[in-house]
T-cell receptor, first 112, second 113 residues
Framework: QQPVQSPQAVILREGEDAVINCSSS?????VHWYRQKHGEAPVFLMI?????EQKGHEKISASFNEKKQQSSLYLTASQLSYSGTYFC?????????????FGKGTHLIIQP | KAGVTQTPRYLIKTRGQQVTLSCSPI?????VSWYQQTPGQGLQFLFE???????NKGNFPGRFSGRQFSNSRSEMNVSTLELGDSALYLC????????????FGPGTRLTVL
């Protein structure tokens, strides 16, 4: 089942903070975050695994609440380069044996 | 290090035809996944291959198939094309299968007329 992302879109001024949420109705094994700029391929940001392990870029911050089946991506002191569509992809508990199910994305616009 | 390459980049076909898309992963990567991206449905998982074996498959009809070669290059095939198959098809590679960073290629834009 497709995870639900919120908000659907957000407009920020450069330097402001944003939180993007990803929720699932099913127990999750892992949450993957990607950013896609218009006309480009998605780029990896972070993976959060059940049990607390994280893989990702140092400048990206995210959380994974296993009990609530929710993950949040934190963008602090936003820069113009942060603009794009953010996707969360999830794998159900039992992990590894299924592909990523992506949410519909959150459109982020950073204005100078 | 060269990134993921996909060929062709653009393709126009008519209904009923079949198409084969190709993906060359980053050198050393053994896992290749395929996704379909459309404005309405977003990013949808098609299948994942690892060491020439299909590891898992998304919820797509049997007209969609794929394979992986011993050099990790992968192809996907869509037979009996329908208008709804028009989409951007993205290939992504990773070192290992499962929960690993995926590197996406630029995609193949397929238009079915």
């Amino acid at each position: 089942q497709q995870p639900v992302q919120s908000p659907q879109a957000v407009i920020l001024r450069e330097g402001e903070d944003a939180v993007i949420n990803c929720s699932s109705s099913k127990a999750l094994y892992s949450v993957h975050w990607y950013r896609q700029k218009h006309g480009e391929a998605p780029v990896f940001l972070m993976i959060l695994l059940k049990g607390g392990e994280q893989k990702g870029h140092e400048k990206i911050s995210a959380s994974f609440n296993e009990k609530k089946q929710q993950s949040s991506l934190y963008l602090t002191a936003s820069q113009l380069s942060y603009s794009g569509t953010y996707f969360c992809g999830t794998k159900d508990s039992g992990g590894g044996a299924d592909g990523l199910t992506f949410g519909k994305g959150t459109h982020l616009i950073i204005q100078p | 290090k060269a990134g993921v390459t996909q060929t062709p980049r653009y393709l126009i076909k008519t209904r009923g035809q079949q198409v084969t898309l190709s993906c060359s992963p980053i050198s050393g990567h053994r896992s290749v996944s395929w996704y379909q991206q459309t404005p309405g449905q977003g990013l949808q998982f098609l299948f994942e291959y690892f060491s020439e074996t299909q590891r898992n498959k998304g919820n797509f009809p049997g007209r969609f198939s794929g394979r992986q070669f011993s050099n990790s290059r992968s192809e996907m095939n869509v037979s009996t094309l329908e208008l709804g198959d028009s989409a951007l098809y993205l290939c992504a590679s990773s070192l290992v299968a499962g929960d690993d960073e995926q590197f996406f290629g630029p995609g193949t834009r397929l238009t079915v007329l």
